[in-house]
């Protein structure tokens, strides 16, 4: 009668063991999978990413002037200056694409550059500003990003893909502005422009 009795008992608790070791198993694989980062970004955004990873860093400024800069200070002090001695395009710049942007030499037959191209660190800054930019009826503009030769002065950030240039047709620059100092840019410039280039926003980040 004790064996008899002691077996079932065993039995049960077996059961009940693999039962709940199962469960467990269940459990980990399903919050294993609920806690996989998004996949790369080298497509336009899904909702589900915008709202894990493309939200606002910072508040907006209550004004953003043309001709000044966020923070109050040069940009190679914030952003860092050029190295190109210890820059490798193949292993620090990344390729980005979204819809939402208008992206310059996608436009331009005579521009041999190629603006989806940028330093690693600049990537998450610029598809939050495409994101903040839709969010308000606005279609960024990338005027210029990676620029390994020409255009830009020696020591010009652009040689890195760390800095870009931007503009909005729906939206007032200084706006934008405002936008880029949310989205997380180290450094964020309200251009004046030239007689070869029209006002526009400039930001950069730092390695």
Known sequence: MY?????????????????GCTSAIVVFFVGVSRIQPPQGRHEALDMMDIDE?????RQ??????????????????VSGAIDLGTFSPGRD??????????????NDSGDTECDHTVHHSL????ETTIQLVA?????LKVQDSYRP????????????????????NELPLEELAKICWQAGFDWVYHEKGSRNNGPHIHASVAR
């Open 3 to 19: 064996q008899t009795t002691h077996n079932g008992w065993m039995k049960r608790h077996v059961v009940m063991l693999s039962v």
């Open 135 to 139: 969010e308000r009826g606005g279609v």
């Open 149 to 168: 030769h020409l255009v830009h002065n020696p020591k010009s950030l652009h040689k890195e893909g760390r800095a870009i240039d931007l503009t909005c």
């Open 53 to 57: 990873v493309v939200m606002p860093l």
């Open 93 to 106: 710049l990344t390729y980005v694409e979204d819809d939402r942007a208008w992206w310059e030499s996608d």
């Open 123 to 126: 990537r998450l800054p610029l």
């Open 60 to 77: 907006a400024p209550s004004s953003f002037p043309r001709g000044t800069y966020r923070p109050n200070r040069r940009e190679s002090e």
